[in-house]
């Protein structure tokens, strides 16, 4: 089986939207296979970063960093989040995920991007180098309960700006909704 992780084109839109689905289950992965449509549209995401894991030419996995802006920083910084990090269930497990985070990050350290956030399992995310983001300052764009506080995490790429930087994430406006925040 040949892997391989590249930059995604448009016409991999429904395969991405396929692998979405897959991974989430149907009600929910069409809610999220809509909100990567939708962020790949939203002027306010942009630059996005949209990169898919292939096995022989097939789409297995996709993963989507988008633009976000520091409310109340000091300076302007360049930051994203990571939303979604998707496999197909029957690649999950494999290192694949792991891999689309790796390279996503490389090529977003490399275009000079500062933070990167995520909403996620806080068990699978902190191997791939983030950590609790609420105690480093930063408030996620609605309020997580304490309990899953530890599930909002951030990744510094350029040193010196942890500690340095502080305030709300303001996601695009696709993401900037409620309901996405719900962890």
């Known amino acids: ?22 991974a989430f289950g149907e009600v929910e992965g069409q809610e999220i296979a809509d909100l990567v449509t939708d962020l790949l549209a ?6 996005v970063l949209s990169l898919v894991m292939t096995a ?25 989040i990571l939303a979604p990090l998707a496999v197909q269930p029957e690649y999950q497990n494999q290192g694949i995920g792991g891999r689309l985070v790796r390279e996503g990050l490389k090529q977003l350290k490399t275009a000079g991007v ?24 930063f408030e996620a764009p609605y309020p997580i309960s304490p309990e ?15 500690g340095h930087v502080c305030g709300q994430v303001i996601c695009a406006d696709e993401l900037n ?3 996405y925040w719900r962890e």
């Open 56 to 80: 022989d030419d097939s789409v297995i996995g996709h993963i989507l960093f988008t633009n976000v802006q520091i409310k109340h920083s000091q300076r302007i910084i360049s930051a994203s």
């Open 148 to 162: 899953n506080s530890d599930a909002w995490m951030v990744q510094e790429l350029q040193p010196g700006v942890i």
């Open 1 to 22: 089986m040949n892997l391989q992780v590249r930059k995604a084109i448009k016409s991999d839109k429904q395969a991405i939207s396929d692998v979405v689905i897959a």
């Open 42 to 47: 939203d002027p306010s995401a942009q630059p």
């Open 114 to 137: 500062e933070l990167v956030f995520v909403l996620g399992h806080p068990g699978y995310y902190p191997k791939h180098g983030f950590s609790p983001a609420g105690i480093k300052k």
């Open 177 to 179: 909704d409620q309901k």
